[in-house]
């Protein structure tokens, strides 16, 4: 198990990114979310006007492609990064610029920084994750670390198995995510994934992922590179850590 898959290209896919991206610009013009990492960032959480069903602008997403069951959904995430990707700023300290500029701001989804001491809590327990590509860009693609589920579902599993799991979305994670990120950055192959619309990645949950740099060389169209992000939650903590 690799933690991740690509999907297609499918015409189904094309079409639904090809629904969404002038519903994509159009949501991000008019955000008036402060853009992060100096300028270079939106994250874009909620701003895709998509229905449950993921239908957008007319256009059915096509689950059979995916190869997922179809579930009620978010509004998509629309992470948009802009050339120079990441920049300085304010809210960052040097410490986690430096780890987002020299290890992609590795992460697992879900896991919030809780509380004035930012201990890591499973806040979000999400099924999958699904990034839809919107728009042709080489600009910071996704960026995996494969095989870093079955080593974060042992690390989480070996702290939280003391505590009931009714407990476990409150229980610190902290230094057992720390450890088992090191571990994954010591021993699990990173891979880029750089997408174009009409294809898709698929992530299992507890998949370490971030996002990479702006190459120099890279490209995307004035808007910035966009992705849909779709993470529908699972009813427990449990289910995440649990489920294959
Ligand atoms: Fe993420």
């Not at 728009?135 to 996704?142: I, Q």
């Not at 702006?214 to 966009?226: K, Q, V």
Request: proline share 11%.
């Amino acid at each position: 198990m690799t933690g991740w898959r690509r999907i297609g290209p499918s015409a189904g896919l094309a079409a639904w990114a090809a629904a969404a991206l002038p519903l994509a610009r159009a949501a991000l013009t008019a955000s008036d979310e402060p853009l992060r990492s100096g300028g270079t960032w939106a994250v874009g959480l909620d701003l895709l006007p998509n229905e449950a069903s993921g239908r957008v602008g007319g256009v059915d997403l096509p689950w059979a492609d995916l190869g997922l069951a179809p579930e009620p959904l978010h509004r998509a995430q629309l992470s948009t990064v802009f050339p120079g990707y990441p920049q300085p700023s304010p809210d960052e300290s040097a410490q986690a610029f430096a780890f987002r500029r020299n290890r992609d701001a590795a992460h697992l989804d879900g896991l919030l920084p809780i509380g004035p001491d930012r201990h890591r809590m499973v806040k979000e327990p999400h099924g999958w994750i699904l990034g839809l590509p919107l728009n042709d860009s080489t600009g910071s693609p996704l960026v995996v670390w494969e095989g870093s589920h079955e080593m974060l579902r042992k690390a989480l599993l070996a702290a939280l198995s003391p505590h009931p799991p009714p407990t476990w979305g409150d229980i610190d994670l902290t230094e057992a995510y720390a450890a088992a990120r090191r571990q994954i950055f010591a021993s699990c192959p990173r891979i880029e994934l750089p997408t174009r619309p009409g294809e898709a990645t698929l992530l299992h949950r507890l998949t370490l992922h971030g996002v990479a740099a702006w190459a120099e060389a890279a490209s995307a169209p004035p808007e910035g590179r966009i992705i849909a992000y779709f993470r529908p939650l699972l009813p427990s903590v449990q289910d995440w850590l649990l489920m294959p």
